[in-house]
């Protein structure tokens, strides 16, 4: 099992950047998939990015909301994956979570909000 932290969130002005974290309680070398999601109010929770792969990163994919704006990385040393969105705009106002896919069942974290508005 692992436990999933994120933080980083807050409010910023519409252009601005955030990054956010997410540290995991165990190492992330041997998990399947780690992503991104959002979910802003009334709507579902939505794929932000993802990054597939073990030791290996074999794949990593975008919404396409989001591409060229937001990046997705990990450092495995760290046990922690990060999500560096940049040029923000108030449509990503949302409350992000991080899940890892350990084969068996998927793990989230509780969430962290962040608030694009001037």
């Known amino acids: 099992q692992v436990q999933l932290v994120e933080s980083g969130g807050g409010l910023v002005q519409p252009g601005g950047s955030l990054r956010l974290s997410c540290a995991a309680s165990?190492?992330?070398?041997?998990?399947?998939?780690m992503g991104w999601y959002r979910q802003a109010p009334g709507k579902q929770r939505e794929l932000v990015a993802q990054?597939?792969?073990?030791?290996?990163?074999?794949?990593?994919n975008y919404a396409d909301s989001v591409k060229g704006r937001f990046a997705i990385s990990r450092d495995i040393s760290k046990n922690t994956m990060y999500l560096q969105m940049k040029r923000l705009k108030p449509e990503d106002t949302a409350v992000y979570y991080c899940?890892?896919?350990?084969?068996?069942?998927?793990?989230w974290g509780q969430g962290t909000q962040v608030t694009v508005s001037s």
């Open positions: 899940n890892a896919d350990l084969g068996l069942g998927l793990v």
């Open positions: 990054i597939t792969g073990g030791a290996i990163i074999k794949y990593i």
């Open positions: 165990r190492n992330i070398i041997s998990i399947n998939a």
